[in-house]
């Protein structure tokens, strides 16, 4: 284990972060190009995906490489984790929490119901987890559930990875010695996300209302916006401080910096796309119009193309 650096994390970590190969990424045409879908290819790289554990403050420490950023916040109360991953990363998530600490497994909190954040509900609550998540992440693992943007349905979860304490806006919990706030965004990413935030610690995970370093994923099939994702942003900015250590849900854990030049790219971009709809322009004009030229070399170097965030985009202005 080692100290995480915010601002110096390489691509490698980045890749980590999402589960995702090199070489699903380094496709002709991307991801998305893939034959089996961005679902089955994701699980695939989660299988050998590598599990980096970065200790941030008091006794939470951050996990990448399964899906969505894991955090873990240790004590004698029991292991509490933030998201789930994939199952089939199991073996070295349980490897990479034991050589944490000890301490058995004893609660998990969803940030939003996707697959790369909760598809490890069941073995987490086999293993002795009690799951908290907000009401609709509850509701969209229960029943067969469609993700448009990923040409995907997913069926309902088996019974043990459905959340068993949810809430609809605020929740809190106290557990080794340290305040933990759960609050429901408005549909920002989903419906379904949610904050959570180590009060003692001053760290504060976002879930996927931010991807730290690339266009994010917005699945419009159960709530999400753009115009959620921009609000998501700023409700996040006026809570955080320049110390805050902010965990993303997608890429390396970041600051109140880059967490404002994320917003900042989003509504920049979002302005672009809405003018060229405006002015009568269609998708395919849209996209050949290259709104988000200005911030591609950043920002558009990932799972969500230059052309594949613009259509998000333009799917909500």
């Known amino acids: 284990m080692h100290m995480i650096d915010a601002r110096t994390l390489s691509r490698r970590s980045l890749m980590a972060a999402t589960g995702i190969s090199a070489a699903a990424l380094l496709t002709s045409r991307g991801l998305f190009a893939q034959e089996t879908g961005i679902v089955p290819t994701m699980v695939k790289a989660a299988a050998g995906a590598r599990i980096e554990i970065h200790p941030l403050r008091r006794n939470i420490s951050v996990l990448e490489g399964s899906g969505g950023n894991i955090a873990v916040l240790t004590g004698q109360d029991g292991k509490l984790l933030i998201d789930a991953g994939f199952t089939v990363s199991r073996p070295r998530i349980s490897a990479a929490l034991a050589s944490i600490t000890s301490d058995p ?19 987490l609550h086999a293993a002795g987890a009690t799951i908290t998540a907000h009401a609709n992440t509850g509701k969209h693992l229960s029943v067969a559930t469609r993700v448009e943007g990923w040409n995907y349905t997913f069926p309902a979860a088996p019974p043990g990875a459905i959340p068993a304490k949810v809430f609809d806006q605020k929740h809190s919990i106290h557990v080794n010695d340290t305040s933990v706030l759960l609050k429901h965004y408005t549909p920002a990413h989903t419906d379904s996300d949610i904050s959570v935030h180590f009060v003692e610690a001053d760290i504060l995970h976002v879930g996927d209302t931010w991807w730290n370093g690339f266009y994010p994923f917005i699945d419009y099939s159960t709530g999400g916006a753009i115009d959620g ?20 849900g997608h890429g390396p854990v970041g600051d109140k910096s880059q967490l404002a030049e994320y917003r900042d790219m989003l509504v920049s971009i979002r302005e672009n796309v809405a003018e060229l709809k405006r002015q009568g ?5 849209t996209v050949a119009a290259k ?18 965030f613009t259509g998000l985009v333009f799917s909500g202005v």
Request: aromatic letters at 8%.
């Open 105 to 123: 497994i004893r609660s998990l909190i969803n940030t939003h119901w996707h697959v790369d954040h909760t598809d490890g509900n069941a073995w």
């Open 229 to 248: 994702m921009i609000r998501a942003a700023e409700d996040n900015l006026a809570i955080v401080t320049d110390k805050t250590i902010i965990i993303p």
């Open 281 to 285: 322009r269609s998708l395919e004009q």
């Open 291 to 308: 709104p988000t030229a200005t911030y591609d070399a950043k920002w558009g170097q990932f799972l969500m193309t230059p052309a594949i």
